[in-house]
C-alpha cells in the first residue's frame, strides 16, 4: 500500500487563521496536540497537518466543522456511543467509517447522519455521485444527474384524442 500523502493549501488567509484559531481553542480547552498545530511556511495558505488528542464532545473541535488538515481523536467504548457522538451535533456533511468489518460498516452507514459516508476511505469523489450535507452542512448536492436535473424543466403532456 502506498502511503504517500499530498497537502494542499487551504483556499484564503482568512480560512488558514480559522483553522489555527480552531487549534488553539483546542488547546485551551484542553486537547493535547501530538502532531503539527502550527502554520506551515511555503507558497499558499498551508497549515501543518494536525492530530489533537484529549478530546471531549463538548469541545469545539469536535462540534465545529474546522475545514483544515485536523484531526481530533476522541475515543469510544461502543458502535452505539459511536454514532451518537457523531450524530450529536448541528453539522453533517461527511464522514469516515474504517472498519474491516464491511457487514458491520453496512449496518453502521444508515445511523450516520451524513450527506457522504466513505468506508476505509476519505475525500473520494465521483462526478456520477451526489455530494452534499445535511443539517446545517450545506443546501442541495453538488455532482450526479441530481444537480443536471437542477437546470431542467420538466413538461407534462397530456393528448385525448
Known sequence: MNC?????PLVSRKQQLSVLKHIEL??????RVVSGGELQEGEGFYVQPTILAD??????????EVFGPV????????EDTAINLANDNRY???ASLWTND?????????????GTVWVNAHVLLD??????GVKQSGMGR?????????????????IAH
Do not use: W
Open 142 to 158: 453538488e455532482f450526479g444527474r441530481m444537480v443536471i436535473e437542477a437546470y431542467t424543466e420538466l413538461k407534462s403532456v397530456c
Open 127 to 132: 462526478p456520477a455521485m451526489p455530494f452534499g
Open 4 to 8: 504517500e500523502a499530498a497537502i494542499n
Open 26 to 31: 483546542a488547546r485551551q480547552q484542553g486537547a
Open 55 to 64: 478530546i471531549d464532545h463538548s469541545m469545539a473541535v469536535a462540534r465545529e
Open 92 to 94: 453533517g456533511l461527511a
Open 71 to 78: 484531526l481530533a481523536v476522541m475515543p469510544f467504548d461502543d
Open 102 to 114: 464491511l457487514t458491520k460498516a453496512l449496518n453502521l452507514v444508515p445511523r450516520i447522519e451524513a
